[in-house]
């Protein structure tokens, strides 16, 4: 679509050396919601770029995965205690 945008990540986050901040902050967006795999590296280190560049960010608890659930538990315990939202994708409202 016209209006959608493609962002290629090299590294663990989203947001490092990709355009991805630059785009956010055109399009006047404040939070960033992420799902993915690899809790603890990709979905971790986008979401405390995020906080580090002043966005409201959520993590959809139940659409990310680690290699065990206690790897699972900690990394999403570790980012509620950094002020990430931690939350189901079934409570999640824009």
């Known amino acids: 679509k016209e209006d959608e945008h493609k962002v290629v990540k090299y590294r663990f ?3 490092f050396q990709t355009r991805l901040n630059m785009l956010l902050q055109r399009m006047k967006v404040d939070t ?3 799902v993915g795999v690899q809790t603890p590296n990709c979905i971790r280190t986008a979401a ?3 906080v580090s560049l002043d966005y409201h960010t959520v993590v959809l608890h139940d659409a990310t995965a680690s290699k065990s659930p206690e790897v699972q538990a900690a990394n999403l315990q570790d980012m509620a ?3 990430i939202k931690i939350i189901a ?3 999640w409202k824009p």
């Open 13 to 15: 986050s989203a947001f």
């Open 32 to 34: 960033v919601v992420l």
């Open 48 to 50: 405390y770029d995020a």
């Open 81 to 83: 205690d950094a002020q």
């Open 89 to 91: 994708v079934d409570d």
